[in-house]
Every structure is written in structure tokens, then in C-alpha cells.
């Protein structure tokens, strides 16, 4: 089984920075795609960035250049590194994983797996 916990959220002002984390309590290894979700109030969840088995990542334009997704397949853990936040960016954050390819995955409830979430909020 896979049990995913996001941590790392917080308020923060624009123009800061955050990094969440997502800890992997079930397998020892999990070689599937893993993916950062958000939902804002009043909207659907959208995704963020995604990791592959092989490490090749892919991120929203939104976020692009200011958004780093890594993991450490040692500590089971997923991160998300946010830099110049914008107050666009507040939203409740889902880590989210499953054993097929990341290119075979579009919206969060494809997904099998993901965690409760974690809330950053950004202020201007």
C-alpha cells in the first residue's frame, strides 16, 4: 500500500518562498509517476508538476521556472520547491501517485493514491 502525507505549507508574502514535502509511508520503493495537485477556493484541482520513473519531470506553464518537483527515493519522500510566490499560487496542495506512466495521467482522480493535503496561502 502507498500512504502519502504532505507537509511544508504555511502563509507566506509574495515574492517568498516554500517547499513541501510528501512522505511515502507505504512501499519501500515506488518507482510510479508522482505528481503535485492544487485546488484554489471554488476550483476544480489542477495539476502542478509530475516525476517519472526515470526522473523526467513536467510542470504547469503557470509555474514554470519558479516550481522544482524532486524526490528522494531513500527517504520516500516527494518535494516541491516554490520560489516567487504569487497570491495566485494560495491553494490547498495534493500530493498524488500511481503506478502507471506520468504521460497516461491528466486529471487528480486518475490518480490511485493521494494524501490529505497541505495549505499555502499567499498574500500580497
Known amino acids: 500500500q502507498v500512504q502519502l502525507a504532505e507537509s511544508g505549507g504555511g502563509s507566506v508574502q509574495a515574492g517568498g518562498s516554500l517547499t513541501l514535502s510528501c512522505v511515502n509511508s507505504?512501499?519501500?520503493?515506488?518507482?510510479?509517476?508522482m505528481a503535485w495537485f492544487r485546488q484554489a477556493p471554488g476550483k476544480g484541482r489542477v495539476g502542478v508538476a509530475s516525476?517519472?520513473?526515470?526522473?523526467?519531470?513536467r510542470y504547469a506553464d503557470s509555474v514554470k521556472g519558479r516550481f522544482t518537483i524532486s524526490q528522494d527515493n531513500l527517504k520516500k519522500t516527494l518535494y516541491l520547491q516554490m520560489n516567487s510566490l504569487k497570491p495566485e499560487d494560495t491553494a490547498m496542495y495534493y500530493c498524488?501517485?500511481?503506478?502507471?506512466?506520468?504521460?497516461?495521467?491528466?486529471?487528480?482522480?486518475?490518480?490511485?493514491?493521494r494524501g490529505q493535503g497541505t495549505q499555502v496561502t499567499v498574500s500580497s
Open positions: 507505504g512501499y519501500r520503493y515506488f518507482s510510479g509517476c
Open positions: 498524488l501517485a500511481d503506478w502507471r506512466s506520468c504521460v497516461d495521467l491528466r486529471a487528480a482522480d486518475e490518480y490511485e493514491y
Open positions: 516525476i517519472a520513473k526515470d526522473g523526467s519531470t
